[in-house]
């Protein structure tokens, strides 16, 4: 894979796009990746939250608040967009671009109402529901999770990863720290797993795999058996 897009978008305001698109950005590069991270949220959060991570990381790092059909030339390995919590002509035209489109979800029930049209807007640019898997951010035991849990099932979406709410997360971000400042291994892995499932997920898509199943599950114990 040379180059890799990926959006993060719902038209929920407060699940989580932004800080994924953030963490995403800083995997990247200290995967060293250059980054291209596009801002069309008018909050520009996540604009601000990477303001201090140009000096901080060697690899290129660039930002900017327009998607153009010529960002698809540009010379970054990786492109993250962050969207607005809405499905306005700019995120329609980042699913149209993204490789794969993620999408938060917190357990509630307005952060999954509106994903049906959000699948259907995705399949007139001719995206297949596996590009656009859903990112379960701190589903817990709680009654709202078995009830967003069965709804997601009901539906059939694809889900790529959970991540855990931590408390450390929200304070990092926004005082201008690397994410995983503070965290214990344990607690970065899954978005160190999400990051990795995108990449192996883009290959699989790029393979002309489209099943949700086949595309999202990880198949690292069946591989390995394999090579053995
Ligand atoms: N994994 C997480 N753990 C703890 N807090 C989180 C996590 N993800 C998001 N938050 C917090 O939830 C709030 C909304 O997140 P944000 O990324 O800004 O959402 P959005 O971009 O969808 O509006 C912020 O206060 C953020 O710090
Ligand atoms: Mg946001």
Same mark, same amino acid.
């Given at each position: 894979?040379?180059?890799?897009?990926?959006?993060?978008?719902?038209?929920? !305001?407060?699940?989580?796009?932004?800080?994924? +698109?953030?963490?995403?950005? %800083? &995997?990247?590069?200290?995967?060293?990746?250059?980054?291209?991270?596009?801002?069309? $949220?008018?909050?520009?959060?996540?604009?601000?939250?990477?303001?201090?991570?140009?000096?901080?990381?060697?690899?290129?790092?660039?930002?900017?608040?327009?998607?153009?059909?010529? $960002?698809? =030339?540009?010379?970054? %390995?990786? &492109?993250?967009?962050?969207?607005?919590?809405?499905?306005?002509? %700019?995120?329609?035209? +980042?699913? =149209?671009?993204?490789? @794969?489109?993620?999408?938060?979800?917190?357990?509630?029930?307005?952060?999954?109402?509106?994903? !049906?049209?959000?699948?259907?807007?995705?399949?007139?640019?001719?995206?297949?529901?596996?590009?656009?898997?859903?990112?379960?951010? !701190?589903? #817990?035991?709680?009654?709202?999770?078995? @009830?967003?849990?069965?709804?997601?099932?009901?539906? #059939?979406?694809?889900? +790529?990863?959970?991540?855990?709410?931590?408390?450390? @997360?929200?304070?990092?971000?926004?005082?201008?720290?690397?994410?995983?400042? !503070?965290?214990?291994?344990?607690?970065?892995?899954?978005?160190?797993?999400?990051?990795?499932?995108?990449?192996?997920?883009?290959?699989?898509?790029?393979?002309? @795999?489209?099943?949700?199943?086949?595309?999202?599950?990880?198949?690292?114990?069946? %591989?390995? =058996?394999? $090579? &053995?």
């Amino acid at each position: 894979m040379s180059k890799f897009a990926a959006a993060v978008l719902n038209r929920k !305001g407060g699940v989580g796009k932004t800080t994924v +698109a953030v963490i995403l950005a %800083e &995997i990247a590069l200290v995967r060293h990746n250059r980054v291209l991270a596009i801002d069309l $949220d008018p909050s520009r959060n996540f604009s601000d939250a990477l303001g201090f991570m140009k000096n901080y990381f060697r690899s290129s790092l660039r930002v900017k608040n327009t998607l153009e059909e010529s $960002d698809a =030339d540009a010379p970054e %390995e990786w &492109i993250v967009i962050d969207c607005p919590p809405t499905l306005n002509e %700019e995120s329609k035209y +980042a699913v =149209d671009f993204a490789d @794969i489109v993620v999408v938060p979800v917190r357990p509630d029930f307005f952060s999954l109402s509106n994903l !049906g049209v959000l699948y259907s807007t995705a399949k007139k640019f001719g995206k297949e529901k596996a590009q656009l898997p859903l990112v379960k951010v !701190g589903y #817990d035991s709680s009654v709202m999770t078995k @009830i967003a849990n069965q709804l997601i099932s009901e539906r #059939d979406y694809p889900v +790529a990863e959970e991540l855990p709410l931590h408390k450390h @997360i929200p304070y990092n971000i926004t005082s201008g720290r690397v994410w995983s400042t !503070g965290l214990i291994a344990r607690s970065r892995q899954p978005y160190e797993r999400l990051y990795d499932k995108l990449m192996k997920a883009v290959d699989r898509l790029q393979n002309g @795999i489209t099943d949700i199943n086949e595309v999202w599950t990880d198949r690292k114990e069946e %591989e390995s =058996d394999e $090579d &053995i």
